[in-house]
C-alpha cells in the first residue's frame, strides 16, 4: 500500500498563487486517473481537475482558466498550479491516484 502526501497549502491573497504537489511513498504502477479535490467547510468533497494516463484533462467550471493540472509518474503525482486565486477557492486540497489512493488534505486560504 502506499500513502500521498499533499504540499504547497497556506495563505495567500485574492489574486495570489500557489502550486500544489501530491508525493506519493512509492512508486505506483496502473495509474489511469490523478486528480485533485477540495471541501470548504459545511460543503461536500468536490472535483477541481482531473487528468488521465492519456493526458485528457477535466476542470471544474469554477477554475477553468486559473488551475492547471499536471502528471508525473515519478513518485510526486500530481501538481495543481493555481492562479488567479479567489476567496471562494479556500478549502481543503486532496489529491487521489484512480479514485481509490487519497491524501490527508492541505489547507488553502485566500484572504485580504
Known amino acids: 500500500q502506499v500513502q500521498l502526501v499533499e504540499s504547497g497549502g497556506g495563505l495567500v491573497h485574492p489574486g495570489g498563487s500557489l502550486r500544489l504537489s501530491c508525493a506519493a511513498s512509492a512508486t505506483i504502477i496502473g495509474i489511469y486517473s490523478m486528480g485533485w479535490y477540495r471541501q470548504a467547510p459545511g460543503k461536500q468533497r468536490e472535483l477541481v481537475a482531473t487528468i488521465t494516463s492519456g493526458g485528457v484533462t477535466n476542470y471544474a467550471d469554477s477554475v477553468k482558466g486559473r488551475f492547471t493540472i499536471s502528471r508525473d509518474n515519478a513518485k510526486t503525482m500530481p501538481y495543481l498550479q493555481m492562479n488567479s486565486l479567489k476567496v471562494e477557492d479556500t478549502a481543503v486540497y486532496f489529491c487521489?491516484?484512480?479514485?481509490?489512493?487519497w491524501g490527508q488534505g492541505t489547507q488553502v486560504t485566500v484572504s485580504s
Open positions: 487521489e491516484l484512480n479514485l481509490s489512493v
